[in-house]
């Protein structure tokens, strides 16, 4: 009985220890924007580039391609920000309703405000999937956050 005490206690420290853990790295993971922007409203990310604007000034251009956005397909991420100094971007994709676990490719400079990368979307169970991709804008003032919300669908009908 003594022996099974010993590891009742046991695990709750280890618990305790990995929610420790990750209240600490949290922030690390799922980063507090100083700043976020506003994207236009009628813009369909699997159409063309969409465009969101900081309200002191600055924009961030987002395209993701190929046209349709399919999921389990390579993707080729261009950003482009105007108005702002900049030293890193990534895009953050997470699903609007449901985890669907860290997916951040970081995007390299391709000269004059403009950044390129290589990222994946994941298969769902759903047909359709509600999106968001935060372009993350490391900058002097802090993190800038652009979001931008999309569909993907599986169903064939688009």
Same mark, same amino acid.
């Given at each position: 009985?003594?022996?099974? /005490?010993?590891?009742?206690?046991? =695990?709750?420290?280890? /618990?305790?220890?990995? @929610?420790?853990?990750?209240?600490? !790295?949290?922030? !690390?993971?799922?980063?507090?924007?100083?700043?976020?922007?506003? =994207? %236009?409203?009628?813009?369909?990310?699997?159409? @063309?580039?969409?465009?969101?604007?900081?309200?002191? @000034?600055?924009?961030?251009?987002?395209? &993701? %391609?190929? $046209?349709?956005?399919?999921?389990? $397909? +390579?993707?080729?991420?261009?950003?482009?920000?105007?108005?702002?100094?900049? #030293?890193?971007?990534?895009?953050?994709?997470?699903?609007?309703?449901?985890?669907?676990?860290?997916?951040?490719? #970081?995007?390299?400079?391709?000269?004059?405000? #403009?950044? $390129?990368?290589?990222?994946? !979307? +994941?298969?769902?169970?759903?047909?359709?999937?509600?999106? %968001?991709?935060?372009?993350? &804008?490391?900058?002097?003032?802090?993190?800038?956050?652009?979001?931008?919300?999309? %569909?993907?669908?599986? #169903?064939?009908? $688009?």
């Amino acid at each position: 009985m003594r022996h099974r /005490a010993l590891w009742v206690l046991a =695990a709750f420290v280890a /618990a305790a220890l990995v @929610g420790m853990i990750a209240v600490k !790295l949290g922030p !690390l993971l799922v980063p507090a924007p100083r700043v976020l922007a506003v =994207a %236009e409203p009628d813009c369909d990310l699997r159409a @063309g580039p969409c465009i969101a604007r900081f309200a002191g @000034g600055g924009e961030v251009t987002l395209d &993701l %391609e190929p $046209r349709g956005i399919p999921v389990i $397909r +390579p993707l080729v991420l261009r950003v482009v920000v105007r108005g702002l100094e900049v #030293s890193t971007v990534a895009v953050d994709f997470a699903g609007v309703d449901m985890n669907m676990g860290y997916n951040r490719p #970081s995007l390299a400079p391709v000269g004059s405000g #403009s950044w $390129r990368g290589a990222g994946m !979307l +994941p298969t769902c169970v759903r047909a359709r999937m509600l999106w %968001e991709a935060k372009v993350l &804008l490391t900058t002097p003032r802090g993190l800038f956050a652009a979001p931008f919300r999309f %569909e993907t669908d599986q #169903s064939g009908r $688009r």
